[in-house]
């Protein structure tokens, strides 16, 4: 579907392709701008987030933005740097704000768009402008 998109300047797709690796794997590195890894401080989230990396510089996806996620404390970010072996480029705290937004059934920048999450997610849209 989205090879079927015509390419205009400033058009921007932005694509949730779910936990996991097998849709870069598959995927068409020529139409992949930016590839966004979003990691949480666990094991399992830090070792698809390392895959995805490594496949992506496999493929020569050079422009990938790590996002660190429900970060409660420094210790998550280390933690999240040593398993990557890279610095995330946005770190998003954990924030409270973002499950109430859930439950009321809202985006987080509706519900609440002064918390921190959404604060730090700001720069990550700019970026993804350029």
């Known amino acids: 579907m989205l090879a079927a998109l015509e390419d205009k300047p400033g058009r921007v797709v932005v694509v949730d392709l779910g936990g996991g690796v097998m849709t870069v794997a598959r995927g068409d590195e020529s139409?992949?701008?930016?590839?966004?890894?979003?990691?949480?401080?666990?094991?399992?989230?830090?070792?698809?987030?390392?895959r995805l990396l490594d496949m992506a510089a496999t493929k020569g996806i050079t422009r990938r933005v790590v996002v660190a996620n429900k970060v409660s404390d420094d210790d998550d970010l280390r933690a999240i740097r040593e398993w990557l072996g890279v610095d995330?480029?946005?770190?998003?705290?954990?924030?409270?704000?973002?499950?109430a937004a859930d439950k009321a059934g809202a985006s987080p920048i509706d519900h609440a768009p002064?918390?921190?999450?959404?604060?730090?997610?700001?720069?990550?849209?700019?970026?993804?402008?350029?």
Request: no cysteine; glycine share 2%.
């Open 31 to 50: 139409q992949i701008d930016a590839l966004v890894v979003v990691v949480e401080p666990y094991p399992r989230s830090a070792e698809v987030a390392r």
């Open 88 to 99: 995330p480029d946005i770190v998003i705290p954990e924030d409270r704000s973002v499950s």
């Open 114 to 130: 002064e918390s921190n999450a959404v604060g730090a997610l700001r720069p990550l849209a700019s970026s993804l402008l350029v």
